[in-house]
Every structure is written in C-alpha cells, then in structure tokens.
C-alpha cells in the first residue's frame, strides 16, 4: 500500500521504516512539529510537589525527560498514567511503569480504578499547548488539586497544499495514517476543497473511537481505528486491512 505519513519528523522516519520493512511505499509529509514547551521550567517545582503524574502524549513524556536530563533530576517514586500506549511506551522507555487503559483516550484512562478517588491527591497533567480539559475538570470533581504543565508546543508548518495533494495522487497514495484530531484537522485545511472528495475515498487509519468520530463526520467513509497511536500499532492496523 501507498500510504500518508504525516506525524512530526522523528516519529515519521520511525514509522516510514517500520512500514517499508512491512512491504508498504510511504509518503512522508510531516504537518506536526513539536517544540520545548514554554512552561517546562516549572516542571521541577511542579513534580516535586505531585502525586499523580498523567502524560497524556508522547511529546510530552519526551520533552519533560530531556529537560529533567538537562537539568541533572530524575522522576519521583509516584504514580504514571498515560493516556494511550505511545505515552505508556515513552514513560517505559525512560524507566517508569505507567498505567493506561485498553481504550486509548481520556474517557477511557479516567475509567481506571486507581483514578477513582482522589481526594487531596496533587495530580500533574502533562501535555501540550492547549487541548482537552475532560482530564483536569473530571478529576477534580474527584477531589483532586491539578495542575498543567506544556512540555512542548505544536507548531504547523507552512505548505503549498494544492501541489502535495497533486504529488500524493501522481503517487498512488491509497491511505492515510492520522495520530490525532488536530492533525486529521490540519490535513482538512491543507487539500483544496475540490480534491477532499478523492481524500475522503482514501483508507483512513486513526488511534481511537473519538478521532474516527470525527473523520466520519468529515465525510471518510473507510475508517479503521488502530490499537493506539504507536507506530507499531498503526502498522498493524494497515497489515490487516491489506489482508482483507
């Protein structure tokens, strides 16, 4: 298969490798790039007074490591959540076990047991500039103190959508590998409205129930939704759509 690769740059190389080793032709197109957060120097005073650490990307277990390393600390002995596998993974990779749900989104990690009743508990959300609230205000109603802290910003990159559309479809590009709501959003924005009907007709792999909510109401209409936004879970997702 020929499909889209659009995570930021570090990630995409990992996944465009691991999809040619699987007999797949990437494109590579990275919409995303991820930049150190401008709120990373509080994450020290931050950490030191949590319980509760909840990441809820990779980007941002990434960044707060590579800062904490920079700066000569290390994780506290608390607790780790995570969102989804990709952030479990990245908690992993640095040396922390962290709790995630089978259902890799923010209704599925506040169905974990352990997040049930917090009362007092000092909870840390790592995460990006901006996005969902449903974490902090849940979890308060809980009784729990939290807390942001933006280890990275996104920033979205300036293209000439109406020639990479034109390259994509000279490719053969029959599918697409979205990791987000934000970046199936940017691709929307970036292919002229008169080709979206022939991107709506492209094989659409995402990581959960919410963001194939949201391609549907877009008007995809092939949509499988992955274990997780890993690349290894994408791969997997398209290895058993191509045997179909």
């Known amino acids: 298969m020929v499909p889209l690769v659009v995570r930021p740059a570090r990630q995409a190389d990992e996944l465009v490798q691991l999809l040619r080793r699987s007999g797949h032709h990437p494109l590579c197109c990275p919409l995303l790039e991820t ?20 990441a809820v990307s990779m980007h941002a277990v990434n960044f707060a490591h590579h800062f904490l390393l920079q700066t000569g600390l290390t ?12 952030s479990a993974d990245a908690f992993a990779e640095v040396g922390i076990q962290a709790q995630s749900p089978e259902d890799p989104r923010s209704e ?4 974990l047991p352990a997040l049930q009743k917090l009362t007092g508990k000092r909870v840390l959300i790592l995460r990006g500039n901006g996005g969902r609230d449903l974490i902090a205000r849940t979890l308060a109603s809980r009784g729990a103190l939290v807390h ?8 979205y990159p300036e293209l000439d ?5 034109h390259h994509w479809q000279a490719a053969g590009l029959d599918s697409l590998l979205i990791t987000s709501g ?15 009907p022939w991107l709506y007709d492209r094989l659409l792999v995402v990581p959960s129930p919410r963001v194939a909510e949201q391609a549907e109401a877009a008007g995809f209409t092939r949509i499988v939704i992955a274990q997780g936004a890993s690349n290894q879970a994408l791969t997997a997702a398209l290895e058993l759509r191509k045997m179909e």
């Open 35 to 54: 930049r150190a957060g401008s709120e990373l120097h509080q994450l020290p005073q931050l950490l030191a007074k949590a319980d509760v650490v909840i």
């Open 75 to 86: 994780w506290p002995h608390i607790d780790y959540f995570a969102v989804g596998q990709a």
């Open 108 to 111: 599925g990690l506040l169905l």
């Open 148 to 155: 942001y802290c933006a280890t990275y910003e996104r920033h």
């Open 161 to 165: 959508g109406n020639a990479l559309t």
């Open 182 to 196: 934000e970046l199936l959003q940017r691709l929307l924005e970036l292919v002229p409205s008169q080709q979206q």
